[in-house]
């Protein structure tokens, strides 16, 4: 039985906090996530405010979205602002090449984007154009969304029916600037990094946070390049983009057909996740060992193959219990690196990747991922409790990864909350705790789990995987008992 037991010790001995903005999210200008999903037909039988569908709007507000990237990723750097400006009707058309081809009216625009964002009570993300637009677009979008004078922007922003500025703070300077942003090198790219951001201008009252696009994966030669030519001051953070795959980027699998050796590996690439920040922090700490730099995960899930029958280009795929585990893994390994992670979006919103809504025309869905974020969100801007753990394995012919991972924090009112994944499909692990300096009289929780770890919700069947009441946890000997069953997520209370 020892591999079913596992030791954990939280402490509250840290003075970081867990920035809220870690739980963020992605919405890019692909498939349905734009349109078809936040922004709809007039015809659509949904409650609207002008286009933008207000089911998904209240599902947001319950889980808190901090802050919504946009207008991409790939999108991003070929999307000239001025078009998705004015009478709609007027606006011109272009193709969005990345994803699908397909003809953009760009019906949804920087004035819609941010009336979402305001609706969503979250801060917005903007990504610029590095790859095909200029210094002078960039510089004039920044002075048309934030400068709060007379100026031939701000008379143009007050025509187009928004006289006050909107203070957009967090402001990416690029995307994937050594791929679909335009293939550089990171020394090019540090170069048109600090050229571009000198014109992006802080005006009096809106500073803005300036993301560098950061390196892919592994690619720690892209950060030692971007920590050694850019000087701290000039970035608030730099981004990092890493998806789990199940197999490769030629065979990623179905989202929902798979077996267990499909699942371990998805796992197992999750889990890498881990090693990624931790080397990338390490790298950033010999140049800015203060930790001034934020590293911002601003592409992070799942990528499966499409569903059949559906647009290889939109990436729309089904969510199963298995995403659910990696978005909770995930946001674990976030929050225990919290002193350089202050940022993270989950790609993508709705309709795409990892998403946490699925439409269909007047349907829609909550994905298990979206309870992950419901239950998670007691972390948001909560105390970091560093927690120390001893795991069983969880073994698969030859290989092996922790089959239990967590993380805790303690909020503004004193209530501590333990968030623990067991990864172990066919094994409920027992975990004995220890909290030092932590008092409580009661334990609550939340468990999600379903019978099979590629169980999805489904339109027929929306809520097969919901959170539910969690009665493994009980107090023995002074130590907290929390039995979690096999593939499961428990978030704990203690008041
Ligand atoms: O999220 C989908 C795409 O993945 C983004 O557009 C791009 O930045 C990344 O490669």
């Known amino acids: ?37 936040f922004w709809v037909d007039s015809s659509l039988h949904v409650e ?7 089911d998904i709007v209240k599902a947001l507000q319950k889980i808190h979205i901090p802050n919504l990237r946009w207008p991409g990723g790939c999108f991003a750097d070929e999307y000239h602002w ?16 990345n994803w699908g081809g397909v003809t953009e009216d760009n019906s949804f625009g920087t004035h ?15 990504t610029g154009n590095v790859g095909s637009g200029t210094v002078e677009e ?27 500025p909107w203070k957009v703070q967090f402001w990416g300077v690029g995307n994937e600037s050594w791929g679909c942003g335009g293939n550089m090198t990171p020394e090019y790219y540090a170069d048109q990094y600090r050229r571009y951001a000198s014109f992006a201008k802080n005006y009096p009252g809106s500073p803005l946070l300036k993301i560098a696009s950061g390196p892919n994966a592994d690619d720690y030669n892209w950060t030692e390049v971007m920590m050694k030519q850019v000087p701290n001051w000039m970035m608030w953070g730099m981004s990092l983009h890493y998806y789990t795959l199940a197999g490769d980027w030629g065979h990623k699998g179905s989202a929902t057909n798979f077996d267990e050796q499909t699942y371990f590996s998805a796992l197992k690439s999750c889990l890498h996740m881990e090693d990624l920040v931790r080397t990338h922090s390490a790298i950033m ?23 059949p029958g559906t647009n290889p280009g939109f990436l729309y795929q089904q969510n199963s219990l298995r995403d659910a585990l990696i978005a909770a893994t995930t946001l674990n390994i976030f929050n225990n690196h919290c002193d350089r992670v202050r940022m993270a979006n989950l790609a993508q919103t709705i309709n795409v990747l990892q998403a946490l809504i699925l439409t269909d025309k007047e349907k829609m869905l909550l994905t298990p991922t979206y309870h992950v974020f419901d239950l998670y969100q007691v972390h948001q801007d909560a105390h970091y409790l560093p927690v120390a753990l001893n795991s069983p394995d969880y073994t698969l012919g030859k290989e092996k990864i922790p089959a239990v991972n967590a993380s805790a924090s303690k ?12 990864l172990d499909p066919a094994h409920a692990i027992t975990v004995s705790t220890q909290l030092a300096g ?7 929780g939340k468990v999600i789990t379903s019978a099979k770890f590629n169980d999805v919700n489904t339109f027929d069947q929306p809520n097969k995987i919901v959170p539910q009441d969690f009665k493994g946890a009980s107090k023995k000997d002074g130590n907290l008992v929390v039995t979690l069953p096999a593939k499961s997520i428990v978030v704990l209370e203690l008041k």
Request: aromatic fraction near 10%; glycine fraction near 6%.
């Open 411 to 422: 909020d503004s009112t004193g209530t501590v909350h333990i968030s623990l994944v067991n």
């Open 438 to 444: 932590v008092t409580y009289k009661t334990i609550s």
């Open 138 to 164: 960039m510089s004039k979008w920044v002075e048309y969304l934030n400068f709060d004078g007379v100026s031939p922007m701000t008379a143009q922003r007050a025509a187009n029916g928004h006289a006050a």
């Open 1 to 37: 039985y020892a591999q079913q037991a596992a030791t954990l010790s939280v402490s509250d001995n840290s003075n970081l906090t867990i920035n809220r903005n870690i739980y963020g999210h992605f919405s890019e200008h692909l498939g349905h996530c734009i349109y078809n999903g």
């Open 112 to 126: 819609e984007f941010l009336e979402l964002c305001e609706l969503l009570h979250c801060q917005p993300y903007i």
């Open 285 to 307: 700490d010999r140049y800015d060992p203060a930790k001034k730099v934020a590293l911002v995960v601003d592409e992070w899930g799942i990528w499966t193959d499409v569903e």
């Open 48 to 54: 609207k405010q002008d286009r933008i569908r207000l």
């Open 82 to 97: 001025r078009d998705g400006i004015g009478p709609r009707g007027s606006r011109p058309k272009m193709v969005n090449t």
